[in-house]
């Protein structure tokens, strides 16, 4: 398996049990974090060129990837 960069685990090493519980009891942290899983392998494939895209489209994931963050980082801290 290869390594996914901005995993939220690497970003916030000290949550990480606190993430598995919130998956559990609340179902919108649950939801912001498998979108942001899904999207942040999206922009990872698109780097590495398994899934090539073009700039706009990788800048719009990135920017979407970023909204995510700013609406995960409050639960975690």
């Known amino acids: 398996m290869s390594n996914?960069?901005?995993?939220l685990a690497e970003?916030?090493?000290?949550?990480?049990?606190?993430m598995r519980?919130?998956?559990i009891s609340d179902a919108?942290?649950?939801k912001l974090f498998?979108?942001?899983?899904?999207?942040?392998?999206?922009?990872?494939?698109a780097e590495t060129?398994?899934?090539?895209?073009d700039d706009f489209h990788l800048e719009?994931?990135?920017k979407k990837r970023l909204?995510?963050?700013?609406e995960i980082s409050p639960y975690l801290r």
């Open 21 to 23: 519980e919130l998956k």
């Open 28 to 30: 919108h942290f649950a």
């Open 34 to 45: 498998d979108e942001y899983h899904e999207l942040n392998r999206g922009i990872h494939r």
């Open 49 to 53: 060129n398994v899934e090539p895209t």
């Open 4 to 7: 996914t960069p901005n995993e």
């Open 11 to 18: 970003q916030f090493p000290q949550a990480v049990d606190k």
């Open 67 to 70: 909204a995510l963050l700013d």
């Open 60 to 62: 719009d994931m990135r």
